[in-house]
């Protein structure tokens, strides 16, 4: 997709964004979903680009997400950061660790590296939740409750004030989303299609395919952990039960129906999946089952995503 | 016995197989011959339900094949070994057979046949214990016509059976294709290159860029001179 | 000669290695039934632990639900594995079957079957409860060789799951279908030339490795308790038992799978069985990182 094209759809769905709270600006509940809307977009754009882009078969984007979210509220807990400077320092710590997941994993087939992560995902919660976890002050499984908002020259940014928050969290989701989009038109972005396609071509070029691969887990892991300290820092509360499926499949419908690959699609995704998801959240337990459901149906038949309905009317057009 | 009308298949966007129309009567060996890479595997693998992208009309005994898939074909009588071989591996000779005779039809043949096989190709009797990974080139070039052997078929396509083989085991395969014809198979046989056609082939083809250039039988194919140079070796 | 307290600590060392023997068989099974799937299909199921609770929870159904006492375990097992088997049967075809022409397949395979998990152990927990099941034994009482008692309920597990595998493995060397799924494992494209019909074997060495993951969930359920959310730990669990036996090796899947069955009853009677999942990820780690073929790297 053209560069003009990804910003145009950016333009258009965070344009739309910006201007909603002239309307809805006192309902705490749109609100509420507007920017959590904000936040699951960079979260599924970064899994994009590491599932649907670099080829990377990583399970790992929520459990990156966990750790940049607690990591940021144990320092401003237990070690009183102030939130800002927490929430850079919980990406740092994420990038780091999505290296050293990243380093075993690399060598490793496809299945393979999509079970290793999702096996850091299923033992980060036991670990937050066990003896491991309340000794750094994770709060065990009762998790943390009284994480401190963001406050910046001495303005809160919570929930008590949901506009300028809002306004927030939009200026950081579409700078990590920005950042994603330039890395993809960038040489990075040439070399990984060009891995994807053929791997030992493209080495044999001298693109080395680790140095790339490891450079996508840094950079999407520290993105989510941002992202996920500043979730942290929103809603003041966080617990283990933040690693159940049902956070991680969401997140897949999102991308699928964005469609893989077709950024910015997840940004797409993200918008309609979390209204969807509120809009079925009268169905209680139901709504779990639902989303695996949808999750099914979706790989199975709209294979592209939304976006394959705007990309398959272009190449319709220019056949025709 | 297989007729090929009009055929035209696809590599992806590309196309490979342009209009190609050949036929092969009951008792004969045809030969294809014609530069690597220009179509020939892929039209056996059309006939044999192993191409992807295919229209046109293939018809084997008169009857429309298609669109059929390749157990219903090999049940039907029409066998095709691969220029790769495709062996299993990490099953023994004798294993190998057995499954070259796994379709209804050719199970109840299965015992004839193994002997059959095993005097046409007494190395492969030699070693029916052994692995088939542990073959050497032209052991295992003769272990793909054996297994094809053992289904029963009436109608074999054979894909460059001598690929990377010396000239003396060449010779040797060559002579047995033309036993197992004399058998009562008929076949359908791809190569690039055979010095001694005369003896071996009832018609030829030449197929170039996915197009037949060239049909006519083997004394028409030794006096045209392009067709000599380029593939009879000479 | 020794003191008392030596001669505890034999006996219950000894109960710890009968229970991870138990355990360790079941986990066989399983690793045989994924590295069927995966070696034949080469496709990665996400649902497999589902797979594994729906054994337990079908039996379940038939026992405390229906209240099927006459006949007892014999007649369950004969209702729930050809269940077992229809189910493997259809969702192989109607779900995998359709991804396999597609790019990428295996990677929209294991999306897929990983919203196949969710689907499932949410529908468990609607149906059934958050609350744990549990299966009655198939025998009840221990057995008792001088001072040393064992729980026929470990020996039971042990035995069925023996023979199960043993049965397998005599289906897949002595059958002829059995032969057909060696084959399109070592060589599918060969497979396709002789006449084998490719896909009816992949739906039903699918089939095949539900049931072999379904009846171990039964086997397992009477000692444990029927968890719906356990899908995902389960099959993380079978895969690491596979991994670590080495992805297509059958021999290696076995020696795997007691050894961590052995690893996870010694961790969880030392530390706590909460600690089990870490010990196995270390392990995990360490087998990928020194030795990434497994105990026993590839063939069958």
């Keep these: ?7 145009a759809i950016i333009g258009v769905c965070y344009g739309i964004m910006a201007v909603l709270p002239i309307f809805v600006g ?8 507007m920017i959590m809307c904000l936040i699951w977009a960079v979260v599924a754009s970064c899994w994009d680009l590491m599932m649907g882009f670099a080829g990377i078969f990583s399970f790992g984007q929520v459990a990156f997400f966990v750790m940049g979210a607690y990591c940021s509220g144990i320092l401003a807990i237990e070690h009183s950061v102030p939130p800002v400077l927490a929430i850079l320092m919980a990406g740092l710590f994420t990038a780091v660790m999505g290296v050293l997941v990243g380093l075993p994993c690399l060598k490793l087939a496809g299945p393979y590296i999509a079970l290793v992560t999702f096996g850091v995902h299923m033992a980060l919660q036991p670990v937050l939740r066990g003896k491991i976890g309340i000794a750094i002050g994770s709060g065990g499984s009762v998790g943390l409750l009284t994480i401190p908002p963001v406050s910046i020259f001495g303005h809160a940014f919570s929930s008590a004030n949901m506009v300028p928050t809002f306004y927030l969290t939009l200026l950081l989701s579409l700078s990590c989303v920005l950042v994603i989009m330039f890395t993809i ?65 969401i997140l897949m419908v999102m991308m699928l129906v964005g469609g893989l690959g077709h950024f910015p699609g997840s940004v797409f995704g993200a ?21 695996g459901a949808l999750v099914v149906i979706l790989v199975l038949a709209l294979p592209n995503g939304v976006m394959g309905l705007f990309i398959g009317r272009r190449k319709r057009l220019s056949a025709g | 016995m297989l007729s090929v009308n009009k055929l035209n298949a696809y590599y992806g966007e590309a196309q490979v197989l342009h209009n190609v129309s050949v036929s092969v009567d009951r008792g004969q060996v045809v030969v294809m011959l014609g530069p690597n890479g220009h179509g020939k595997s892929t039209l056996l693998k059309a006939i044999c339900g192993l191409a992807e992208s295919v229209d046109g009309e293939i018809s084997y005994q008169g009857q429309p094949i298609d669109h059929l898939s390749t157990d219903k074909l090999v049940n039907m009588g029409v066998a095709y070994i691969a220029e790769n071989r495709e062996l ?21 043949h299965e015992k004839k046949n193994m002997a059959q096989v095993f005097s046409l190709f007494p190395r492969l009797k030699e070693r029916r214990t052994q692995l088939a990974s542990t073959m050497s080139g032209g052991e295992a070039k003769m272990l793909a016509v054996a297994r094809g052997l053992m289904s029963n078929a009436d109608f074999l396509c054979i894909d460059e059976p001598s690929l990377g083989l010396q000239p003396s085991l060449r010779m040797e395969l060559f ?20 010095p001694h056609i005369a003896d071996l082939a009832d018609k030829v083809y030449v197929m170039e860029e996915g197009r037949i250039s060239f049909e006519g039988n083997s004394k028409e194919a030794l006096g045209d001179k392009h067709l000599k140079e380029i593939f009879l070796g000479m | 000669m020794f003191s008392e307290d030596t001669i505890l600590l034999f006996y219950e060392i000894t109960d710890v290695i009968i229970a991870g023997l138990s355990t360790g068989s079941v986990y066989a099974l399983m690793a045989v039934g994924m590295t069927l799937v995966y070696g034949v299909t080469k496709a990665f199921n996400f649902a497999y632990g589902d797979f594994f609770n729906m054994g337990g929870y079908f039996a379940w159904i038939l026992i405390v639900g229906l209240g099927l006492e006459f006949g007892g375990y014999p007649v369950i097992l004969l209702i729930v594995m050809p269940l077992l088997f229809a189910v493997g049967y259809g969702l192989e075809k109607l779900l995998v079957a359709p991804l396999r022409k597609r790019k990428d397949w295996e990677n929209k395979v294991m999306m897929m079957t990983l919203g196949l998990a969710l689907f499932l152990t949410s529908l468990y927990m609607v149906v059934f409860g958050v609350r744990m099941k ?4 198939i025998l009840e009482g221990t057995l008792e060789v001088g001072q040393l008692v064992f729980s026929y309920q470990d020996i039971m597990i042990f035995v069925m799951s ?3 595998i043993l049965i397998f493995a005599w289906m897949l060397n002595n059958t002829r279908i059995g032969m057909a799924v060696r084959a399109v494992a070592q060589n599918p494209v060969g497979a396709t030339i002789v006449g084998i019909p490719k896909e009816r074997i992949f739906a039903t060495t699918f089939a095949i490795s539900t049931v072999m993951v379904g009846f171990g969930g039964i086997l397992l359920s009477q000692k444990w308790f029927i968890n719906p959310n356990s899908g995902g730990i389960i099959m993380v669990k079978a895969w690491v038992v596979t991994a670590l036996g080495g992805m297509g090796s059958i021999r290696g899947g076995l020696y795997a799978a007691f050894i961590i069955g052995m690893l996870e009853a010694f961790v969880g009677w030392m530390f706590g069985m909460s600690y089990g999942i870490i010990a196995l990820f270390v392990l995990l780690l360490a087998t990928l990182v020194l030795r990434p073929q497994g105990l026993r790297g590839k063939g069958e």
């Design chain 1, 271 to 291: 918008f309609l999946v979390v209204a969807g998801s509120e809009l079925m959240a009268p169905l209680g337990a139901y709504r779990a089952v639902t989303m």
């Design chain 1, 1 to 7: 997709m053209r560069l003009k094209h990804m910003i």
């Design chain 3, 162 to 164: 023996i023979s199960g």
């Design chain 2, 175 to 194: 002579s047995t294709i033309k036993e197992i014809n004399s058998q009562g198979k008929t076949i359908l046989l791809v190569e690039q290159n055979i």
């Design chain 1, 185 to 249: 038109k960038s040489y990075w972005g040439v070399a990984f299609l060009a891995l994807k396609d053929s791997q030992d071509f493209a080495m044999s070029l001298g693109i080395s395919a680790f140095k790339y691969k490891l450079m996508v887990f840094a950079l999407t892991s520290f993105l989510t952990g941002i992202i996920g300290a500043y979730y942290g820092h929103f809603y003041g509360v966080l617990s283990y039960r933040m690693l159940d499926l049902d956070l991680f499949s």
């Design chain 2, 88 to 108: 299993f591996p990490y099953m023994t000779v004798q294993d190998n057979l057995k499954l070259g005779a796994y379709v209804k039809a050719a199970r109840p």
């Design chain 1, 26 to 33: 006192d309902i705490r509940f749109v609100m509420n979903i």
């Design chain 3, 134 to 137: 549990s299966l009655p034994p």
